[in-house]
């Protein structure tokens, strides 16, 4: 396979001038760094180490983050002229039948904080959501000492560090770097990789789903080494799939999936068709496919920062045909498995198809939080008893690999006692919240606090799972078909969406009746467990 094109970057034009307003965070009198010099305010060039104020990181005001989820929570629906947008964001507007973004996405990174209510807030691409022991701890010192002493976990399988003090960037950028976890500046937040995280644990996917740890492994070193990568989006999603349909189903903007007999199909956003590729080829073609998209949407001039808002006549399918156009290789279409709703490992002992134990467990983090006190747990067994490293899921969960079968049992009792999430049949499983209040300025509730009041045992049955949002945006929401419940201010709209035949019945209840509100909750997800979802 030739090298990928040299592309060049586009310029990203969403650095935030500071007016000297201070972002009022946990109480702290923080101030929002400029990234100025001299009095001018720099705009880098994507992944410019420059543009970092003094040479630390670069802190950015104005606007909520962008939020991660299986549809990004303020992407346009411009399939239809006229159709209305939700949440107002100044950077997209509908230009006849097209989205048009006119400046770079905002997403947060580790040298990229952003003003939340409750202080800055960094987020740390972890591809295929790995963390060594060693990392874990890191970050685990980092929450202590420059955060709030919490993780909180990402739908891609990332990690958020919140509470953090304006002065905390330089330090938190040095921690980062001695632990391994920024191995390139400029890239550090296209490194957007999830990956089937039972893959070679349980015996499932194709030819037992290994392959996919090395794939992301290999893709984000060719995305660190790529001069062009650092034009991608920050919300740009790689999917590595080992077979099973799990992380396939997510809406990346380019999917690996692993076949048996070692070849790969690569899909471009939600195609039809995919190429068939060699095991071996499928990370360089995930790296050209994505830097091909950055050509296609120059030429498309709408500013797209993934692959389905590419406007008519720019589509995945044009993608798929300039990639095929630019691989040496005559690779042949296929036609992928079709999206299925997305199913979340259950919580416990990981286990093979014939029910014998393997050699890992599976946690949740309630509502996505990890305490610090919970990460040096998890670090310390990983270390003392399993392979050494953390796998954090797409679902806001943890698999620790590597146990053996005799201290398994006894390690997930140990995690149980900490708080986490152990139990299969748990009512936490499915269960998900945005920030809401008070971390969140635009937030019109306390979700968290709503979700745990209207927390309620299932019946066992596969569930849909249940979003809460302080507000429209719906940030961090589930992707394929989810219950969704939403603050209005003094109540909560509750309904079903992502269903293939769009019905979206809407049930307003009094935020003040708790018991209300888990009936109509726990009716919208028991009525819709096999409803089809939209592709």
Known sequence: MPPTPAIPPHRDESLVRDGGDACAGGGRDARVRDAREGGDAAVPEPGDAAARERG????????????????????????ERGAAREGGDAAARDRGDALVRDRGDACPGALRLHCAADGFLARLRLPAGLLTARQAHALADAADRLGDGHLSLTSRGNAELRGLAADSAAPLADLLRTAGLLPSDQHERVRNIVASPLAGLDGQGADGGAVVQDWARELDRLLCASPTAPALSGRFLFALDDGRGDVA?????????????GTALLRVGDDAEALRLPGQDAPRG?????????????????????????????????????????LAEPYATATPPPPAQPSPPRPGLVTTPDGTPATALCLLAPLGRLTSAHLRELAAIAARDGAGELRMTPWRGVVVPGLSPETAGTRLRDLAATGLVTDPASPWYGLGACTGRPGCAKSLADVRAD???????????EPLPVHWSGCARRCGHPHGAWVDVVATGDAYEVSVRGTRDGANTVTAVPAAEPGRLADAVATARAATRTTPTTP
């Open 286 to 326: 995930a790296l050209a496919a994505a830097e091909v998209f950055l050509t296609v949407a120059r030429e498309a001039g709408n500013g797209s920062w993934r692959v389905r808002e590419l406007p008519p006549g720019y589509e995945a399918a044009t993608v798929r045909v300039h990639l095929r156009t630019h």
């Open 56 to 79: 630390d990181a670069l802190v950015r005001d104005g606007g909520e983050a962008c939020a991660e989820g299986g549809r990004d929570a303020r992407v346009r629906d411009v399939r």
């Open 249 to 261: 189903a997510l809406g990346a903007d380019v999917t690996l999936i692993a076949e048996a007999g």
């Open 451 to 461: 979700a745990v009041a209207t927390l309620r045992a299932g019946d066992g049955a």
